[in-house]
């Protein structure tokens, strides 16, 4: 049963049929009736957009519009413009404004796609693409390049070769099911494929991002509930609410569903200028994803992809949102704040400064309220120098694949084991000269 705030709020749409519970809370009416163009949206919001028409139409052209029925009815007309829910989901003509530093592919997923639908991009976990589609295209989809393009669902052939692909690198302990929205697929697709998941020994964990919580929330059915869980590898799943004014009596609903069926619940933002950027509106969201069992994971800078530098804000908007988080409310409703680095080189986090400077017996720390203290470290530690030799190591590990332990990058250069001192980019000047030497 849909709460009756929104039932109410699905009343007040001028939509063609009497609007009864039963429809209004089946998710694949809401698919079918979808909003993708604007006459439809100006008819059901009872608004008027002439003004700007031309200017919206030619932005659907090149991005195109779809929006749920329920997420349509979250908007306030009044201040449709400056409204939350309207800017994710209507087509802005800034978007057809390309400035410098927009990239077709800021992630390089096409290039880390190892098989289709399948990007590898870090060691031991894979993003696998199950479904091409969304019930609703965010405005700000970081492959908004693709949106739109061929929905559709991946054939069982496709889906195999992801499976193939899976089962094939035994370092892939993590599986992303990503999209498109994985929720587009029904129960028992879901369920054929957690359960393959099930049968590849090195797979432990399955994890599922979907916008359905917030987008379509009756998507969440107990049916699907049954379909996630019950299944042999441990199941995460993150969703996306960047507003407040998102979480409403129905997502709500949905969110203990998920979490009653014993699914480990975390949300990923993404921070956009004119929706959410704004230490107070960000505070109230991670509060309110706490009181509803979901943990905030990630704040994203927005991406570079083409079409969102209105969405774009500075760096330094985000280290405000974070400040005004850490010591401020519950440590674990604060987000880790990361850019997905353009280039594929994946998620980096950002933080505030908390370290004000050290010497070899002291660190001076300042806290969230400007409390400026020192760390007294200890004086007798003796640091191991560890050479990676596991089995003649004091420190009880006891693991069997401990000495297949593969380090790389920075942690590479702190550790004692490899004589590695640097490292250096290819291709430098300097570098060629050496070689020619
Ligand atoms: C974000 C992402 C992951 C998962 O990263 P976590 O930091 O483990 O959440 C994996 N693969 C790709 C390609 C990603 O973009």
Same mark, same amino acid.
């Given at each position: 049963?849909?709460?009756?705030?929104?039932?109410?709020?699905?009343?007040?749409?001028?939509?063609?049929?009497?609007?009864?519970?039963? !429809?209004?809370?089946?998710?694949?009416?809401?698919?079918?009736?979808?909003?993708?163009?604007?006459?439809?949206?100006?008819?059901?919001?009872?608004?008027?957009?002439?003004?700007?028409?031309?200017?919206? =139409?030619?932005?659907?052209?090149?991005?195109?519009?779809?929006?749920?029925?329920?997420?349509?009815?979250?908007?306030?007309?009044?201040?449709?413009?400056?409204?939350?829910?309207?800017?994710?989901?209507?087509?802005?003509?800034? %978007?057809?404004?390309?400035?410098?530093?927009?990239? %077709?592919? /800021?992630?390089?997923?096409?290039?880390?796609?190892?098989?289709?639908?399948?990007?590898?991009?870090?060691?031991?976990?894979?993003?696998?693409?199950?479904?091409?589609?969304?019930?609703?295209?965010?405005?700000?989809?970081?492959?908004?390049?693709?949106?739109?393009?061929? =929905?559709?669902?991946?054939?069982?052939?496709?889906?195999?070769?992801?499976?193939?692909?899976?089962?094939?690198?035994?370092?892939?302990?993590?599986?992303?099911?990503?999209?498109?929205?994985?929720?587009?697929?029904?129960?028992?697709?879901?369920?054929?494929?957690?359960?393959?998941?099930? =049968?590849?020994?090195?797979?432990?964990?399955?994890?599922?991002?979907?916008?359905?919580?917030?987008?379509? /929330?009756?998507?969440?059915?107990?049916?699907?509930?049954?379909?996630?869980? $019950?299944?042999?590898?441990?199941?995460?799943?993150?969703?996306?609410?960047?507003?407040?004014?998102?979480?409403?009596?129905?997502?709500?609903?949905?969110?203990?569903?998920?979490?009653?069926? $014993?699914?480990?619940?975390?949300?990923?933002?993404?921070?956009?200028?004119?929706?959410?950027?704004?230490?107070?509106?960000?505070?109230?969201?991670?509060? !309110?994803?706490?009181?509803?069992?979901?943990?905030?994971?990630?704040?994203?800078?927005?991406?570079?992809?083409?079409?969102?530098?209105?969405?774009?804000?500075?760096?330094?908007?985000?280290?405000?949102?974070?400040?005004?988080?850490?010591?401020?409310?519950?440590?674990?409703?604060?987000?880790?704040?990361?850019? =997905?680095?353009?280039?594929?080189?994946?998620?980096?986090?950002?933080?505030?400064?908390?370290?004000?400077?050290? *010497?070899?017996?002291?660190?001076?720390?300042?806290?969230?309220?400007?409390?400026?203290?020192?760390?007294?470290?200890?004086?007798?530690?003796?640091?191991?120098?560890?050479?990676?030799?596991?089995? $003649?190591?004091?420190?009880?590990?006891?693991?069997?694949?401990?000495?297949?332990?593969?380090?790389?990058?920075?942690?590479?250069?702190?550790?004692?084991?490899?004589?590695?001192? *640097?490292?250096?980019?290819?291709?430098? %000047?300097?570098?060629?000269?050496?070689?020619?030497?």
């Amino acid at each position: 049963m849909a709460p009756d705030k929104d039932l109410a709020r699905a009343q007040a749409l001028a939509l063609d049929e009497d609007i009864e519970m039963s !429809k209004w809370t089946d998710w694949k009416w809401h698919i079918r009736n979808s909003v993708r163009d604007i006459d439809t949206f100006e008819r059901l919001l009872g608004v008027d957009l002439s003004e700007y028409r031309s200017q919206f =139409d030619e932005t659907v052209k090149t991005f195109p519009m779809s929006i749920t029925p329920y997420y349509l009815s979250l908007m306030e007309r009044d201040d449709l413009y400056n409204d939350p829910i309207f800017r994710q989901a209507f087509p802005s003509p800034h %978007e057809l404004e390309l400035s410098n530093e927009d990239l %077709e592919d /800021p992630l390089s997923e096409d290039v880390d796609s190892s098989v289709p639908g399948i990007t590898h991009r870090y060691p031991d976990r894979v993003l696998y693409t199950v479904a091409n589609t969304c019930s609703m295209y965010c405005r700000h989809c970081t492959r908004k390049r693709k949106v739109g393009d061929q =929905d559709y669902l991946p054939s069982q052939e496709q889906l195999d070769l992801g499976l193939e692909y899976i089962r094939e690198h035994p370092e892939i302990r993590d599986v992303l099911l990503s999209g498109g929205d994985p929720f587009m697929l029904s129960d028992e697709a879901l369920d054929s494929i957690l359960a393959q998941l099930d =049968d590849i020994p090195h797979v432990e964990v399955v994890r599922i991002g979907s916008r359905m919580p917030v987008v379509l /929330p009756y998507r969440v059915t107990k049916g699907l509930a049954e379909a996630l869980s $019950g299944h042999k590898k441990a199941l995460w799943l993150n969703t996306h609410f960047n507003h407040p004014r998102e979480i409403t009596p129905s997502s709500r609903r949905a969110l203990a569903t998920l979490a009653d069926a $014993g699914i480990p619940l975390g949300n990923q933002s993404v921070l956009l200028a004119g929706v959410n950027d704004c230490p107070r509106i960000m505070r109230t969201l991670v509060q !309110k994803l706490v009181a509803n069992r979901v943990r905030p994971y990630y704040l994203y800078q927005c991406d570079l992809s083409q079409g969102l530098s209105h969405f774009r804000t500075p760096v330094s908007k985000g280290i405000e949102i974070i400040e005004n988080l850490i010591g401020h409310t519950s440590g674990f409703a604060v987000p880790t704040y990361v850019i =997905d680095a353009p280039g594929g080189g994946g998620k980096i986090p950002v933080m505030p400064n908390y370290v004000l400077s050290w *010497s070899p017996t002291k660190v001076i720390l300042r806290n969230y309220e400007g409390v400026i203290t020192t760390y007294r470290q200890p004086s007798d530690y003796k640091s191991d120098f560890c050479t990676g030799d596991c089995q $003649g190591c004091d420190l009880q590990l006891k693991l069997e694949d401990a000495e297949e332990y593969n380090c790389v990058g920075i942690a590479n250069l702190l550790g004692e084991h490899d004589p590695a001192i *640097s490292l250096v980019p290819e291709g430098t %000047e300097r570098m060629e000269r050496r070689k020619d030497a």
